[in-house]
């Protein structure tokens, strides 16, 4: 078999374990970091080394129902798409957290634009332009949007700011 047959299988299982089992990003995230990982290695060793290491006393499996093996060749498979698993939390969590630090940046920067007297306008100008920002007014409502955050404000342009602060640093809080 070629090296891309090989790999066409690991993304099928890849999107079993998704579409079949429920395990999707929302459920990996769920689990530890490393977690998933320690199920693939488990699947990559053989099954006598796993059942005498579990004589030994030590349980490589990391999740609380039994592990469910297969022929040798279809838990290589399982192991590999459950290292893809891994990766994909590992990104995930990175995107999390540079979000993070991209709210983080433009809350400090907002809050000492205002602070140094800047108007409201002056800063939403300067977000939208250098910080990919927008601004919507429609119906008597203020709609700023930055870093994938949206705040909805009638009470004017400082307020809309002061608003999506309060709910950056919110969020930055929750993660």
Known sequence: MSASS???EIVQERQRQIEDEGYDAHHDSLHDP????????????????????KAKGVDLWP??????????RRDLIRAASMIVAEIEQLDDTKKKSDRTVTLKANVERIKYALEKGQTAA?????????HGASIV??????????AGL???RTAGK?????????AATKKVEAA
């Open 6 to 8: 090989i790999v066409k």
């Open 34 to 53: 490393d977690v998933i990982a320690t199920g693939g290695a488990f699947y990559a060793l053989p099954e006598e080394t796993t059942d005498w290491v």
């Open 63 to 72: 999740f609380d129902d039994q592990p469910k093996r297969k022929d040798r």
């Open 122 to 130: 002056a800063v939403i100008d300067v977000m939208v332009a250098e």
């Open 137 to 146: 007014f429609g119906n008597g409502t203020y709609h700023f949007r930055l």
């Open 150 to 152: 949206t705040v909805t």
């Open 158 to 166: 400082e307020a809309v700011l002061k608003g999506w602060c309060a």
